[in-house]
């Protein structure tokens, strides 16, 4: 169920006496209860700060470093003079939960399973007892008493500092939207063709989420997560609106979408020259050349997209098909299915 079955059933015993034990302890009450509303809610998104989400994306990190071998943030910077400074029982705490984490959640995929349902309970998607699978339940529950063992040298040694940056982050990002929000929403539904829906779409702000900076899932009745870095280098300043808006626009490709349709009609047509997901390197393309076009005729803004800033699809043949075949449908110029085909010859000539 959790993709480490196995894991699990070693830290069952351990995990379940701590849970039952830290059942009744109230967890950081006083950071939670400040982060549980908005920091900034416009007509798409709802910003969030929220401090179990942070500690979770904390731990993920902690027990995938702890799996490598390799030096967490916290164990590496000012914060462990503080950790070390904490009683015991706190350290222990921390300890035992990154223990967990690295043996049963620090999975090396963003989207396994385990991480997948903890995240939809901490973003109030679903509760912990809608699950119809009693062992989903028991491992929510118990990563809830780790997360609860670990808060209070959360709170201590990080949770002041990573709130503020999240924050900072969000404010920085709100010139931009107030901007070109509506715009950019309303040209991107009309070259995906796909409405928005489930809006404001629920933004969690947290450090890392692991190399990506950020991830997107799917909710039903239909609506998105999106789980983004405010310290990912790439997604700083005016980037910052390009992602965001790149993570909600997962919601325009998801299955029986129009981009999705006309992609894969164009494969079964001519066959697959790509290697690796063709809608995502589309998606890619898309959201950054239309931020880049609004950039530039609102605000004058000579705006390089994340395609070319990060170096995205840099190697083969992607860029030059793209560049060549999809700028006309954006235009207007062409039907969606008819640009499919054209960026699938191209991919299959060179460009």
């Known amino acids: 169920m959790i993709g480490r079955c196995q894991s699990l059933r070693h830290s069952l015993a351990l995990a379940a006496i701590v849970a039952a034990i830290l059942t009744w302890v109230p967890v950081a009450a006083a950071a939670q209860n400040a982060s549980t509303q908005a920091v900034r809610t416009t007509a798409h998104f709802a910003f969030f700060s929220d401090f179990e989400t942070n500690l979770n994306d904390a731990l993920i990190a902690a027990g995938l470093a702890r799996k490598r071998g390799s030096t967490d943030k916290g164990e590496a910077s000012p914060e462990a003079a503080c950790l070390d400074a904490l009683p015991a029982a706190e350290r222990a705490g921390w300890n035992r939960a990154v223990d967990y984490y690295a043996d049963v959640v620090s999975s090396e995929s963003v989207g396994d399973r385990g991480r997948t349902r903890i995240r939809l309970e901490l973003a109030g998607v679903v509760k912990d007892d809608e699950w119809e699978d009693a062992e989903e339940r ?11 063992a670990a808060a209070p040298a959360y709170e201590a040694c990080r949770w002041t500092e990573r709130d503020a940056a999240n924050r900072r982050w969000i404010e920085t990002l709100a010139p931009s939207l107030a901007e070109h929000e509506l715009a950019l929403a309303g040209r991107l539904a009309e070259a995906f063709q796909t409405r928005w829906a489930g809006l404001p779409m629920r933004v969690d702000v947290v450090e890392t989420v692991e190399w990506s ?8 009745p239909p609506g998105a997560h999106v789980l983004i870095s ?3 280098p790439g997604y700083q300043g005016i980037a910052a609106l390009e992602m965001v808006f790149h993570e909600a626009s997962h919601f325009l490709t998801g299955r029986d979408t129009p981009l999705r349709r006309a992609l894969d009609d164009a494969i079964r047509e001519l066959g697959d020259p790509f290697r690796g997901d063709l809608v995502h390197a589309v998606h890619f393309y898309m959201t950054g050349e239309i931020v880049r076009r609004r950039l530039q005729e609102a605000a004058g803004i000579d705006y390089a997209p994340a395609m070319y800033a990060l170096g995205l699809y840099d190697r083969g043949v992607f860029r030059r098909a793209i560049e060549a075949t999809w700028p006309p449908y954006i235009d207007g110029k062409t039907t969606l299915p008819e640009a499919a085909l054209a960026l699938v010859r191209a991919l299959q000539t060179g460009g």
Do not use: D
């Open 138 to 148: 028991r491992f929510i529950r118990i990563a809830r008493g780790m997360r609860a």
């Open 213 to 220: 900076g950020a991830h997107t899932i799917h909710l039903r």
């Open 230 to 232: 405010s310290s990912n």
